[in-house]
């Protein structure tokens, strides 16, 4: 046992080399420091002590693709020198190999890595999502691969596989069977262990003879084996990997998706949408787990759930700048000419290549779209052009190519920057209607919320169209409701306002639904109409519910008639307002909360007090008591 100064020192040797550690992924990996910090953490008590472990220590990172979530665990695994006991298994079940039998268990992966049994080694299972046990409709799917995992995230320890032995002991049994009846032919043909069934043989009765040896056994040999197995103690029959560290990785759409889908999936900016991510926590990731798995197997996941926002704007500008150095330098490597690029090239690869939603992929696919094929047409004009070694080449853009200058010469060369071209919307007609539209939905929700959208745009790539963002809430009461309906079909109700009814457009066809959905969902589930009883349609004769819908569908319309007048009226009320609104959209091509106040005028709160005064109404309530008890 290690003298308490020597355990002193060592602690002290391993905290310093985790600190280290931390210091090269933060330099390496933009805009996750909080999260390489969460994980440092987490994994401190394992490295500095792992002969405390007594089962594996799990962490959890969730986020959306392309957010570093894998990168991020496999340079700490080479930092902490464990790229030699380290396993990675894709949990869609269609990676490493899933046509050979060891590939159908985490247990036959690790046995076949430099993970020993009993010792410290680092397992991840990514893409954890597509390994759902459950579907919508929380029937059990069907899973064949990986089903000891479970068990593993469990204590760590891993009983053996006794249908394996025994169906080794049935191809003996029919082997044995087979010879007796064989003529003198086939005498010499007898059972023999196929190489995988040695294997787990190996793995499972923990076995030092070589493989060849054991492939070479006879029957009675085997039976040899299986019976000492059975009359060993039950220690022997697990396996153990209690001291594992456990990465599990995934994309839980499900908790993102409000925030993802309501900005189109792409266009948002990146600090909005950086913020609003920011905001989710455990309690939204362990609802998104629940719709994917039994609550038994999210409970074996842990409370370690490591929550990857979106990237910011200066997370992506450091990405830039790291992808503009090397490319330039992998250039000059093969050329002999410098590079330098201004500004313009930078914040044309950010509006051409950045969706926050979509992660960093876009922005890497671009880089090499844009400076791969780039930096060679410029070097190859430039030395077409006389330019020698160590000379420097300019690159500047224009919004449509890169242009490289050397020499007081210049040269335009094609660059794929069509994605803000897109943004653009040069059609006045088409801006017009979308600037009218998306600043009625924006003015409304102000005036009923209190508060200015997250985000208003016109200016979008991915689809044929504009979007409003609103900031999320924890509750939504009747009158919450009422005002997001109203919300929703202040987009028509401004177009109807501005271009007269005939010239309403076919735009609103999903604001419709929305509106639609809310009303049904108000008067059938929540019990906020005339009707308390939740009206619905049955799939199932165990379901107790009302099903008559068609008593509601006339209040439904009624309700939506309602709002829609009333989004009007506001708008009609608001007239400066809306317009201000709309020249903002027309020339911006977006509004941002903070320039949204300036331009309409009206006093806004914050975003993040999204929820109505129930302690101030609590305390009325009381006082109201107060007030009528006798003296």
Same mark, same amino acid.
């Given at each position: ?84 006991? !380290? ?20 247990? $036959?992966?690790?046995?076949?890595? *430099? ?131 456990? !990465? ?123 400076? $791969? ?34 020499? *007081? ?7 794929? &920057? ?30 009923? &919320? *209190? ?145 949204? $106040?300036?331009?309409? *005028? ?18 009325? &309530? ?10």
């Amino acid at each position: 046992m290690n003298e308490p100064h020597h355990l002193r020192d060592q602690l002290a040797q391993r905290n310093q080399r985790l600190q280290a550690i931390a210091g090269l992924l933060k330099a390496e990996l933009f805009g996750i420091d909080p999260i390489i910090d969460r994980v440092i953490d987490s994994v401190r008590a394992w490295y500095l002590m792992p002969e405390l472990i007594s089962r594996p220590v799990i962490i959890c990172l969730w986020g959306l693709t392309g957010t570093g979530k894998t990168q991020l665990v496999r340079r700490l695994a080479q930092l902490l020198g464990f790229y030699d006991r !380290f396993v990675e298994v894709q949990m869609d079940g269609f990676s490493n190999g899933a046509g050979w039998r060891g590939a159908q268990s985490i247990s $036959g992966m690790l046995t076949q890595s *430099g993970v020993r049994e009993g010792e410290p080694g680092i397992l991840v299972l990514d893409e954890f999502q597509r390994f759902r046990t459950i579907d919508n409709k929380r029937v059990d799917v069907r899973v064949e691969r990986y089903q000891d995992v479970w068990a593993l995230l469990s204590d760590g320890r891993l009983p053996p596989a006794l249908s394996l032995l025994s169906s080794i002991e049935s191809s003996m049994a029919e082997a044995a069977f087979d010879a007796e009846r064989a003529d003198d032919s086939e005498a010499a043909m007898r059972f023999k262990l196929r190489a995988w069934e040695a294997q787990e043989l190996k793995r499972n009765l923990k076995l030092d003879a070589p493989l060849t040896e054991i492939m070479a056994w006879s029957p009675d040999q085997v039976q040899e084996q299986l019976r000492a197995f059975r009359e060993s103690g039950q220690h022997r029959w697990e396996t153990d990997y209690s001291r594992l560290l456990v !990465f599990v990785c995934g994309n839980l759409d499900e908790a993102y998706e409000d925030l993802a889908t309501s900005v189109g999936d792409c266009d948002s900016d990146a600090d909005i949408f950086h913020a609003l991510t920011g905001k989710l926590s455990v309690i939204d990731v362990k609802e998104a787990l629940n719709r994917r798995f039994k609550p038994e197997q999210v409970a074996r996941l842990g409370n370690e759930h490591v929550i990857y926002p979106s990237l910011s704007r200066r997370a992506y500008e450091q990405l830039i700048e790291q992808g503009c150095t090397r490319y330039g330098a992998e250039a000059q490597s093969r050329c002999g000419l410098r590079f330098e690029m201004a500004d313009s090239v930078r914040e044309q690869i950010y509006a051409n290549a950045v969706f926050p939603a979509q992660g960093t992929r876009p922005l890497f696919s671009s880089l090499h779209a844009i400076l $791969g094929a780039g930096l060679a047409k410029a070097a190859l004009w430039a030395i077409e052009h006389g330019a020698a070694l160590g000379d420097t080449v300019t690159l500047t853009a224009d919004g449509r190519s890169l242009i490289a200058h050397w020499g *007081g010469q210049s040269q335009a060369i094609a660059a794929p &920057f069509e994605i803000n071209r897109l943004r653009q919307r040069n059609n006045p007609d088409f801006r017009a209607l979308l600037a009218v539209h998306e600043a009625g939905h924006g003015l409304v929700h102000a005036l009923l &919320f *209190g508060r200015a959208p997250q985000e208003i745009k016109i200016h979008v790539a991915s689809f044929e169209g504009g979007y409003n963002a609103y900031s999320a809430r924890k509750v939504w009461s009747r009158r919450n409701m009422l005002d997001s309906i109203c919300t929703s079909l202040a987009g028509r109700a401004a177009e109807r306002l501005v271009f007269g009814p005939e010239l309403s457009s076919s735009g609103a066809e999903n604001d419709l639904r929305k509106a639609t959905e809310t009303a049904a969902r108000m008067l059938r589930h929540l019990g906020h109409g005339e009707r308390l009883g939740r009206t619905d349609v049955c799939t199932s004769s165990d379901d107790n519910l009302c099903t008559d819908v068609q008593a509601t569908d006339a209040p439904i319309e009624a309700l939506l008639q309602e709002a829609h007048a009333r989004a009007t009226e506001l708008l009609d009320t608001h007239r400066d307002a809306l317009l201000a609104l709309v020249d903002e959209l027309m020339v911006h091509g977006q509004v941002t909360p903070a320039r949204f $106040g300036v331009v309409v *005028g009206l006093p806004l709160g914050s975003a993040e007090d999204a929820l109505d005064p129930y302690a101030e109404r609590l305390a009325e &309530f009381r006082e109201m008591r107060r007030v009528r008890e006798p003296a």
